[in-house]
């Protein structure tokens, strides 16, 4: 994403749009074809997520929701290790540069850089005949050999997640016409407050620090909290019980299962949540409920790591094992 002295229509395009939230002096204002980030003596968390048209958003979606979207599931990333934001590039495959659509997308990036002390440090533009692509490689810093990895956690350990499960599959089936719009067709508050957690994610970053320092294992729910946790214990090399009544809810969400317009299963696996998930020992994990209090996130508790190699299972109110026929959301 670096400029020239004779500039081409790309050229153009980044000086418009995008130089002015290439912030961090490390950037060089975009007129290299390569940054600096310093290490400052912390380790370096990378992470990189794409969001593709027609698989993790919608043609009709917003663009200034886009942007703030494929930016946010990288940050989720960055927050599930314990890592503070320091930067990012970014990739676009574009299909035309109509200022209609950049200069909203652009705002939006711009604004979440700034809200995420994560500032733009370069990147690359093409044209596709296909589908937009937006990729986004995340940077940021933890002190050395402190990020939190899904290796660490062990039976005893405690298995919490941040906010609530379910609603951005749910916002999804509004916008396509599911069951749930029609469900809702007479609730424009809960329709919109799903489709909000659906097109823009709410990274916990606020809890990194947290993380860090009482986690023994943690990762961000993108796929869906049954297929999440089933990588973590993989990871880790133990099994899981989970209470699924304990499984945090928005009011939408409950009431919809309570009607049985989805099932619980729906909720588990729908992915898009970009919660944490973690794992802590009893006498941690009482302090990450706490941290998320004091930073207005909800920290719930909802099962307990166990010794094995099975899949985690997973018990309704009534002590009944459920089934899970899908644990998670396929890319492929």
Known sequence: MATSSNPSAEDSLIARYFKPLATDPGAFGLVDDAAVLSSSGDDIVV????????????????????????LRVNLSDLAAKGAVPAGFVLTLALRSKEDAWLRPFADALGEDAKTFACPLLGGDTVSTPGPQMISITAFGRVPKGRMVGRAGARPGDRIL????????????????????????????????????????????????????????????????????LTKLCAASGVSATVNVAGVPLSAAAAGLTARNVVGIEALLAGGDDYEVLCTAPPARSDALVAAGRAAGVAVTVIGTIVAGHERPRFWDGQGRELALTRLSYSHF
Do not use: W
């Open 161 to 228: 997640v941040t906010g609530t499960i379910g609603d951005a599959a749910l916002g999804l089936d509004v916008l396509t016409g599911g069951a749930v719009a029609a469900a809702l067709a007479s609730n424009a508050a809960a329709s919109q407050a799903l489709i909000s957690r659906y097109r823009v994610p709410q990274p916990r970053n606020a809890l990194a620090l947290a993380v860090r320092d009482h986690a023994s294992a943690a990762m961000d729910v993108s796929d869906g909290l049954a297929g999440d």
């Open 47 to 70: 992470t990189t997520d794409a969001v593709v048209e027609g698989v993790h958003y919608l043609v009709t979606d917003p663009p200034d929701t886009i942007a703030r979207k494929a």
